[in-house]
T-cell receptor
Framework: GQQVMQIPQYQHVQEGEDFTTYCNSSTTLSNIQWYKQRPGGHPVFLIQLVKSGEVKKQKRLTFQFGEAKKNSSLHITATQTTDVGTYFCAGSGNTPLVFGKGTRLSVIA | DTEVTQTPKHLVMGMTNKKSLKCEQHMGHRAMYWYKQKAKKPPELMFVYSLEERVENNSVPSRFSPECPNSSHLFLHLHTLQPEDSALYLC?????????????FGDGTRLSIL
């Protein structure tokens, strides 16, 4: 079945450093979504990418969808302590949404 | 605050008990989902209901029984659960059941099986 791989599993950064998480699918995706889950919280939808090569920005967050629609990335510029949490990518092709394993981000003040 | 409401927030039950988890949304969404999430793992899809009809059942054991009486409410009936069923159970909704619709999650029910 469809698989979505995500790396790294963990990332520890100093406040102010940049952070990137990568997502890769075994099959072509119709879209990819990104979610953030704070410790003790629930996943919260951040953004959806649909078009090949699409790039979207939300303040310090930049999301990219690969040309082949098989990979995606989330980049955070100048991390803050409020960025702490687990970031999940989730993709769908012909199946319901499949979540990657997530990247747990820790930010050291 | 979330627009998908789940009750109870915490549940402790024995293996022989029967209990139900409840989820409701009033955003006019037509699809609702149950996910299971173990610690430090991603959410795993259990069931999908679209227009009150179950469209997905990911090989979930029969001790979990979903019910969707209308597009605003979703239940997960539990009976004779196992200790490995302890997890966070998340309900989500989306505008339609089409897979590319963003999903809105509730706070979840944290379930512990004794």
């Amino acid at each position: 079945g469809q698989q979505v791989m995500q790396i790294p599993q963990y990332q520890h950064v100093q406040e102010g450093e940049d952070f990137t998480t990568y997502c890769n699918s075994s099959t072509t995706l119709s879209n990819i979504q990104w979610y953030k889950q704070r410790p003790g919280g629930h996943p919260v939808f951040l953004i959806q990418l649909v078009k090949s090569g699409e790039v979207k920005k939300q303040k310090r967050l930049t999301f990219q969808f690969g040309e082949a629609k098989k990979n995606s990335s989330l980049h955070i510029t100048a991390t803050q302590t409020t960025d702490v949490g687990t970031y999940f990518c989730a993709g769908s092709g012909n199946t319901p949404l499949v979540f990657g394993k997530g990247t747990r981000l820790s930010v050291i003040a | 605050d979330t627009e998908v409401t789940q009750t109870p927030k915490h549940l402790v039950m024995g293996m022989t008990n029967k209990k139900s988890l409840k989820c409701e949304q009033h955003m006019g969404h037509r699809a609702m989902y149950w996910y299971k999430q173990k610690a430090k793992k991603p959410p795993e899809l259990m069931f999908v209901y679209s227009l009150e009809e179950r469209v997905e059942n990911n090989s979930v054991p029969s001790r979990f029984s979903p019910e969707c009486p209308n597009s605003s409410h979703l239940f997960l009936h539990l009976h004779t659960l196992q200790p490995e069923d302890s997890a966070l159970y998340l309900c989500a909704s989306s505008q339609t059941g089409v897979s590319y619709q963003p999903q809105h999650f509730g706070d979840g029910t944290r379930l512990s099986i004794l």
